[in-house]
């Protein structure tokens, strides 16, 4: 069913929703939103599906794995691999392989991780989540502000404004893991500094398996009399030795399986830098203009253990960029206009030690250099009267490639091979332009509950290694850019003053696919349908004692005929795989003094298929965590942490590639015990 025949459905179901104004005594909160606009602004009303993590909850949860920091909020689920890689899903599947990477828009402090076209499923460890100010996450295509790659929703990382604090914090857990942060902040009317790096030693639950993490935030504000100016750096780096799949039906609860690594020699090492200087003006008193150069470098190599033959790649790219935006408020409208540019130098190379068959041949697979442009113009109005906000946005973007091929062109292969692998196209030049819009409004019923009807659009360029990493002879990659319409209603205001709600029903629509078919060819033109409920709740039980929690109900399903790779048949209207249609995550915390709380967890994942056929599944899992955050005295603070508190056997993974059953294998119950000395004056 198309989306035109779905709003009077949505539109209906949300008016059954509908709580009763009776319940209604206090008005909403202010609930500031930095993510949509790029600014900060009171989002209670926003026509937008989207949620938080503050510092303290990200304090609290003292997360090992950014995926245990994520299971907080509605609709997402970062899939935990090996060490600190991960894959994403966020209001949909976990998307992997051609037509996977790039679908979510991950940044630090608005501004995206990887340049556009050169996405890593593993991308969320480049950012600083261990000390971040908060984590703002957007369900679904964001505002005309996000171009490419948010398609799926936003997850931006915002860094913590500079504060007169001090404090260093030691940790061990199990393994031999242990970390230690330190922080250090001044800050005064004119300026603020502030200072944050962790280091983490972990040597691994699995066999020869183990990682060393280092990342470092700097941020400067200032405050002048004409212009308002924030810096910031952020740096991290990886070296991880990488445990693979365990391979057998249910080999997560085989006790003499459970540690084992088939991939002892596997490996990630990855560094990244980002920097930027946001610069901000008042013009007038109605119009104020935001000026924001940065830059980013990376690299990262790894042996691909996930493949037979093991190649090693190596990879990397350096950008520069601009964000350009004049800001207007003009009483019940506000506007924002803005440009942006960036260009990126890009490479790969991936090298094969020994041969293992003529079609996977040692060697070189692919050597490539490519210079990439993207520029893109945005168009964002809301206006806002009484009980009503409605808002509208527009953006146009462009993306260029350059793509030189720097071995020889054609087959990897001996000439003899008669069904080689690896194909390295000739050099070639690439260009996609889309458009973008979003409109939505919201209506206050009563001071303490809004509505909102909300359609967005969003759209994905292919990436950089889907047009030029090609396999089994094809010699150019036609590919055209996925879009994706989403429409949805969502409620979400107080009820009798202690609790708070959030839902969403959406349904979404995705185009032109990128995927590749049983001939190993990266081709575009699937389509995929996407419905489901998201629902956020927080609920005060008295004045020392609350409850959370968070629920996603969602379809995820083949919309099209296609060829694909791995499936034997039809497969139009089956499950995507690894799309569990329920997941979500509780609560239940006691502040039992001042400073002091404990906080028991409850993390449920569904079942789920493995592939495209559905004929393999993972039974899904339940899982408990305990923390206790206690003052010890005025300066020293105590946490305990208890993960998988009922030692259960689960995978944080499952997946069947290759004719086998593949897990990667949750830890068994863990103690994390950390001690914090803090002084409050810098």
Known sequence: MHLRYQLATLAAAGMLALPSA???????EEEILVTATRIPQNAAALPLSWADIDDGALALTGHVHINEAMQ?????????????ESLTALRSPVLTGAGG???????????????????????????NTEQAGAIEVINGPATALYGGGALHGVINVLSARPANEHSLAVEAGPNDYYRGKYLYGRSNDKHGVSLRFNGTTDGGYKDSSGYDQQKLSVRYDYQGQQWDISSALNYSNLNQETAGFIQGYKAYEDQDLKQDNPNPEAYRDAWSLLAYSRASRQLNSRHTLVITPYGRNNEMEFLMHFLPWQPVEKNGHSSLGL?????????????INGVEGEYTDGWLKEVQAQEFSPN?????????QVDATMAAAFSQATWKHNRLEATAGLRWEYNHYDYDNRTGDGPACDPTATACRFYRPRGREDSFTNLSANIGGSFAYTDNHIAYLRYADGFRAPQVSELYRLQSGQQVADLDSEELRNLEIGLRGTLAATLDYDVAVFQMEKDEVIFQDANRQNVSGARTRHQGVELSIDYRLADNWYLNGVASFARHRYDSRINLIGSSGDIEGNDIDTAPRRFGSARL???????????????????????????????????????????LSPHWQGNLRLTNLLDEDYAERADFGFGNYRYFVGQPLGAYLEFVYSRGDG
């Open 22 to 28: 009776s319940h209604a005594n206090t008005a909403l």
């Open 72 to 84: 907080r909020l509605a609709g997402a689920w970062i899939s935990r691999g090996n060490g600190q």
């Open 101 to 127: 990477c790039g679908s979510f828009f991950m940044a630090l402090d608005g501004i995206s991780l990887r340049s556009p076209g050169f996405c890593n499923v593993n991308q969320l460890f480049d950012a």
């Open 323 to 335: 964000q350009t935006a004049l800001y207007s408020d003009l009483g019940h409208w506000s506007w």
């Open 360 to 368: 996977q041949p040692a060697g070189v697979h692919y050597d490539y």
């Open 589 to 631: 915390g006691w502040e039992f003094k001042a400073d002091s709380v404990a906080e028991l967890e409850w993390v449920y994942l569904g079942r789920y298929y493995l592939e495209p056929d559905n004929e393999h599944e993972y039974d899904g899992h339940s899982l408990l965590n305990l923390r206790i955050s206690s003052q």
